[in-house]
């Protein structure tokens, strides 16, 4: 999911200056390499976001559900934290943190206390609470994304894209973007994209078709901070082949911040949890090899000793 280096504001005036034609040489070049730059001019943030999630009974209209979550985010380097509160059940919270250790989730419910539901010591395994944490990042880097789908995966196969470049932007204003199609083909849907050279080819606006439907996004950013662009508001549509829709969600978030939280706040400890029975053992496994290196120095100090004693006891008989 995340790995972050600090890049100097003059690197994204060059990538301001950017030329459009040369995006159709390598277009899933250039956009992977500038999404890497992206997460590397903001690893140590922290801000908040606002989630809006509506569903529809496609044949009348009539709304299922409306829920709301209260995203809380914090990112320094490979330190993530991750805080969740939903309106659907109020007291109640999920965690998700990483840190160079280990990685963890927490819930806590509104009449327990807060407990650990998923523990991983080994950093590098994508597992389950990776996917969990992929979908919360994939807000803070909404850039990336055509309605959850990473734009690298969907930039597979660029040979079936035609790539064009537009000079307006959804406001009307005066600006290049380049517009992606990729026609559909065997295991691949129509997808498009807008993405805007200027702020790391990040997305304006982006969708796909599918048997069932369309899936669309728009992205608007927060303009007059300091780079990159990020998000201000990001709209997801799902409406059926017949255009009725499904369901919407919308994200409001906070201008971000440089992120205040110190290492300590990246622990279990943070939130008040034991440490797993397993990484304890872990650990005193892992002194094992130091316990006997220990064991044998001192055994060979004890048998210097001996052969010195025995040494000046023959010297004076």
Same mark, same amino acid.
């Given at each position: 999911?995340?790995?972050?280096?600090?890049?100097?504001?003059?690197?994204? @005036?060059?990538?301001?200056?950017?030329?459009?034609?040369?995006?159709?040489?390598?277009?899933?070049?250039?956009? @992977?390499?500038?999404?890497?730059?992206?997460?590397? *001019?903001?690893?140590?943030?922290?801000?908040?976001?606002?989630?809006? /999630?509506?569903? &529809? $009974?496609?044949?009348?209209?009539? $709304?299922?559900?409306?829920?709301?979550?209260?995203?809380?985010?914090?990112?320094?380097?490979?330190?993530?934290?991750?805080?969740?509160?939903?309106?659907?059940?109020?007291?109640? $919270?999920?965690?998700?943190?990483?840190?160079?250790?280990?990685?963890?989730?927490?819930?806590?419910?509104?009449?327990?206390?807060? &407990?650990?539901?998923?523990?991983?010591?080994?950093?590098?395994? $994508? +597992?389950?609470?990776?996917?969990?944490?992929?979908?919360?990042?994939?807000?803070?880097?909404?850039?990336?994304? /055509?309605?959850?789908?990473? #734009?690298?995966? #969907?930039?597979?196969?660029?040979?079936? &894209?035609?790539?064009?470049?537009?000079?307006?932007?959804?406001?009307?204003?005066?600006?290049?973007?380049?517009?992606?199609?990729?026609?559909?083909?065997?295991?691949?849907?129509?997808?498009?994209?807008?993405?805007?050279?200027?702020?790391?080819?990040? /997305?304006?606006?982006?969708?796909?078709?599918?048997?069932?439907?369309?899936?669309? @996004? +728009?992205?608007?950013?927060?303009?007059? #901070?300091?780079?990159?662009?990020?998000?201000?508001?990001?709209?997801?549509?799902?409406?059926?082949?017949?255009?009725? #829709?499904?369901?919407?969600?919308?994200?409001?978030?906070?201008?971000?911040?440089? @992120?205040?939280?110190?290492?300590?706040?990246?622990?279990?400890?943070?939130?008040?949890?034991?440490?797993?029975?397993?990484?304890?053992?872990?650990?005193?496994?892992?002194?094992?090899?130091?316990?006997? /290196?220990?064991?044998?120095?001192?055994? *060979?100090?004890?048998?210097? &000793?001996?052969?010195?004693?025995?040494?000046?006891?023959?010297?004076?008989?």
């Amino acid at each position: 999911m995340i790995r972050f280096i600090h890049i100097s504001l003059s690197l994204f @005036c060059c990538i301001a200056l950017y030329h459009i034609d040369a995006v159709a040489g390598n277009v899933a070049e250039d956009i @992977c390499e500038s999404h890497s730059k992206l997460h590397a *001019a903001s690893d140590n943030i922290q801000g908040t976001i606002d989630e809006h /999630i509506t569903t &529809y $009974q496609p044949r009348n209209g009539k $709304q299922t559900r409306d829920l709301s979550r209260h995203i809380t985010y914090a990112i320094r380097g490979d330190l993530v934290k991750i805080e969740v509160q939903s309106s659907a059940a109020p007291g109640t $919270q999920s965690v998700i943190v990483y840190n160079d250790k280990y990685r963890f989730a927490a819930d806590k419910e509104q009449k327990t206390e807060m &407990y650990v539901s998923f523990f991983q010591s080994d950093t590098s395994d $994508q +597992s389950s609470l990776a996917s969990r944490a992929e979908y919360y990042l994939s807000l803070i880097y909404a850039g990336e994304y /055509i309605p959850d789908n990473k #734009l690298s995966t #969907l930039l597979s196969d660029t040979a079936t &894209y035609n790539i064009t470049t537009t000079g307006t932007s959804m406001s009307g204003a005066a600006r290049d973007y380049v517009e992606l199609k990729r026609r559909a083909s065997k295991g691949f849907p129509l997808a498009w994209a807008i993405v805007d050279p200027q702020n790391y080819f990040q /997305i304006i606006e982006g969708g796909f078709e599918t048997t069932w439907g369309t899936a669309r @996004c +728009s992205i608007e950013y927060q303009h007059g #901070l300091a780079a990159p662009l990020f998000p201000k508001k990001i709209t997801k549509e799902l409406k059926t082949k017949e255009d009725k #829709l499904v369901e919407r969600r919308e994200y409001i978030f906070s201008a971000p911040e440089e @992120c205040k939280a110190n290492r300590q706040e990246f622990t279990l400890e943070a939130y008040g949890l034991p440490i797993p029975r397993s990484m304890r053992v872990a650990g005193v496994l892992n002194l094992v090899p130091w316990i006997v /290196i220990g064991v044998f120095l001192l055994l *060979a100090c004890l048998v210097v &000793y001996r052969i010195i004693v025995n040494a000046r006891a023959r010297r004076k008989s």
